[in-house]
């Protein structure tokens, strides 16, 4: 297939992402031809470093490898630490370039660090995960975790390039794989109808992995977020729907430590929270609600919520970065495609919705 390239045309700077089997075999050329600085620092981790380090390298030319511990555990300033270690160690200015190499975790870190060595370093970001090829590498989040919450400190700065390469995702674990698929379902759910039917038809097809079967699911979300991006950077108005399925799942994400789910399993849960509010609200028919429970289960089976308590996720929710004046602005589908933004969602509400996901009570 030839390569895609998506347009992010944001205030604060525009970029391209390149879609391509085989991309980072001649990803040098590629930061070339969108004039990254030539010396290229790669942050991964020695799990990815170890599976696709070296076919980076071939195709790269000349980096310096700094390599930092991966999971949500290990999303903090501390791990950030070590980067600006290694960049001061190697007395890296600003005609540097830092490249994530590795899944959200890593974009998110090494992006932050990039956000604020020397107030702002070039930015590119090659994800190795579905999940960030879809998701995390677009759009300029970077950050990381505090004890109360998830993506509490952190700041938007947009990458110079990003680079995608669906092959990689060969060698993700399958529970890994599946994390990004429910990624694909948020973008089905709040912008695409038929990349909703897509998924839910192709589900076979699709676990092959093969590059020509996922290049165009990936290129659908790309292009979601490319479009909401582009229409609102910081997340002042329509960029929020993004965030469907986010309140809960990042709530969920920091009652349990960061140890349980990965991220997008409990985004799967959090879609499936706002789901249930809508359709007790009216606003979401029935049958798309369990059109959205069917095709989660059929993807794969969920860590048990059983033993995590409604009180303990409204608890988190009341420390989310969503809650603007004291409210919480909840995104709610309203149809499979389409989503509404709301900040009157009761307490009693989200009881009853968390309840009947399968939360204790």
Same mark, same amino acid.
């Given at each position: 297939?030839?390569?895609?390239?998506?347009?992010?045309?944001?205030?604060?700077?525009?970029?391209?992402?390149?879609?391509?089997?085989?991309?980072?075999?001649?990803?040098?050329?590629?930061?070339?031809?969108?004039? $990254?600085?030539?010396?290229?620092?790669?942050?991964?981790?020695?799990?990815?470093?170890?599976?696709?380090?070296?076919?980076?390298?071939?195709?790269?030319?000349?980096?310096?490898?700094?390599?930092?511990?991966?999971?949500?555990?290990?999303?903090?300033?501390?791990?950030?630490?070590? &980067?600006?270690?290694?960049?001061?160690?190697?007395?890296?200015?600003?005609?540097?370039?830092?490249?994530?190499?590795?899944?959200?975790?890593?974009?998110?870190?090494?992006?932050?660090?990039?956000?604020?060595?020397?107030?702002?370093?070039?930015?590119?970001?090659?994800?190795?995960?579905?999940?960030?090829?879809?998701?995390?590498?677009?759009?300029?989040?970077?950050?990381?975790?505090?004890?109360?919450?998830?993506?509490? &400190?952190?700041?938007?700065?947009?990458?110079?390039? $990003? !680079?995608?390469?669906?092959?990689?995702?060969?060698?993700?674990?399958?529970?890994?794989?599946?994390?990004?698929?429910?990624?694909?379902?948020?973008?089905?759910?709040?912008?695409?109808?038929?990349?909703?039917?897509?998924?839910?038809?192709?589900?076979?097809?699709?676990?092959?992995?093969?590059?020509? $079967?996922?290049?165009?699911?990936?290129?659908?979300?790309?292009?979601?977020?490319?479009?909401?991006?582009?229409?609102?950077?910081?997340?002042?108005?329509?960029?929020?729907?993004?965030?469907?399925?986010?309140?809960?799942?990042?709530?969920?994400?920091?009652?349990?430590?960061?140890?349980?789910?990965?991220?997008?399993?409990? $985004?799967?849960?959090?879609?499936?929270?706002?789901?249930?509010?809508?359709?007790?609200?009216?606003?979401?028919?029935?049958?798309?609600?369990?059109?959205?429970?069917?095709?989660?289960?059929?993807?794969?089976?969920?860590?048990?919520?059983?033993? !995590?308590?409604?009180?303990?996720?409204?608890?988190?929710?009341?420390?989310?970065?969503?809650?603007?004046?004291?409210?919480?602005?909840?995104?709610?589908?309203?149809?499979?495609?389409?989503?509404?933004?709301?900040?009157?969602?009761?307490?009693?509400?989200?009881?009853?919705?968390?309840?009947?996901?399968?939360?204790?009570?």
């Amino acid at each position: 297939m030839p390569p895609i390239r998506i347009d992010v045309a944001t205030p604060s700077r525009a970029y391209p992402v390149t879609i391509e089997a085989a991309a980072i075999d001649r990803v040098g050329a590629l930061l070339d031809s969108q004039h $990254v600085p030539e010396r290229r620092f790669v942050v991964s981790s020695p799990l990815v470093w170890r599976l696709h380090g070296p076919r980076l390298s071939r195709g790269l030319g000349p980096a310096e490898p700094i390599l930092v511990p991966d999971g949500e555990r290990a999303k903090q300033l501390a791990t950030v630490a070590r &980067i600006y270690d290694a960049l001061v160690g190697a007395q890296a200015d600003r005609a540097a370039a830092l490249i994530t190499f590795g899944g959200g975790v890593i974009g998110d870190m090494a992006g932050f660090a990039a956000a604020t060595y020397l107030r702002g370093i070039a930015l590119v970001h090659v994800p190795t995960t579905l999940l960030a090829q879809v998701d995390s590498a677009i759009g300029g989040k970077v950050g990381v975790n505090h004890p109360q919450g998830k993506n509490l &400190i952190g700041c938007f700065y947009q990458p110079h390039a $990003v !680079v995608i390469d669906p092959s990689l995702v060969g060698t993700l674990p399958r529970r890994e794989f599946r994390a990004g698929l429910y990624e694909v379902v948020k973008y089905g759910m709040t912008s695409s109808a038929s990349l909703f039917d897509e998924l839910s038809r192709n589900q076979t097809a699709i676990f092959t992995r093969e590059p020509a $079967v996922l290049t165009p699911i990936i290129a659908e979300s790309c292009r979601i977020k490319a479009t909401v991006v582009s229409a609102d950077e910081r997340e002042a108005g329509p960029r929020r729907i993004l965030n469907f399925g986010h309140t809960a799942g990042h709530a969920i994400e920091a009652v349990t430590k960061y140890r349980r789910f990965r991220h997008g399993e409990a $985004v799967a849960y959090g879609m499936l929270v706002a789901a249930q509010l809508a359709t007790a609200r009216g606003a979401l028919a029935a049958r798309d609600l369990q059109a959205l429970a069917d095709l989660i289960a059929g993807l794969g089976p969920l860590p048990t919520i059983a033993d !995590v308590s409604t009180a303990q996720i409204l608890e988190a929710m009341r420390h989310d970065k969503k809650v603007v004046s004291g409210r919480l602005h909840y995104v709610l589908p309203t149809a499979i495609g389409a989503t509404a933004i709301v900040n009157d969602v009761t307490e009693t509400e989200l009881k009853a919705a968390l309840k009947a996901v399968g939360f204790r009570r």
